[in-house]
């Protein structure tokens, strides 16, 4: 069993910040990548930050100079720190990471629940 319990939702003002966490707990052999996804009403999920094993972070383009993404890889979690947001950022976050898992040969997404992130006046 494998779980991803993400925090750090909320309402903020444009220009304000946000971080979220994520944290992958259960029987993990080892993570390949985490990242962090979201989908806004009526559009599709959309990547908007990862960070693989050992490299640096990659971002959409709308996201960039203003996100940062970060592992702690002892603890198994990732951080988004989300500066200088907008309305266009409202949407629910989703943790997503690349697990495998012990006795398992082969690599899996597992996702978060899902936290919301509204940005507004």
């Known amino acids: 069993q494998v779980q991803l319990v993400e925090s750090g939702g909320g309402l903020v003002q444009p220009g304000g910040s946000l971080r979220l966490s994520c944290a992958a707990s259960?029987?993990?052999?080892?993570?390949?990548?985490m990242g962090w996804y979201r989908q806004a009403p009526g559009k599709q999920r959309e990547l908007v930050a990862g960070?693989?094993?050992?490299?640096?972070?990659n971002f959409a383009d709308s996201v960039k100079g203003r996100f940062t993404i970060s592992r702690d890889y002892a603890k198994n979690t990732v951080n988004l720190q989300m500066n200088s947001l907008k309305p266009e950022d409202t949407a629910v976050y989703y943790c997503?990471?690349?697990?495998?898992?012990?006795?398992?040969?082969?690599?899996?997404?597992?996702w978060g629940q899902g936290t919301q992130v509204t940005v507004s006046s």
């Open positions: 997503n990471a690349r697990i495998v898992r012990t006795g398992w040969a082969v690599p899996y997404d597992y």
């Open positions: 259960g029987n993990i052999f080892s993570i390949n990548a």
């Open positions: 960070i693989a094993s050992g490299g640096s972070g």
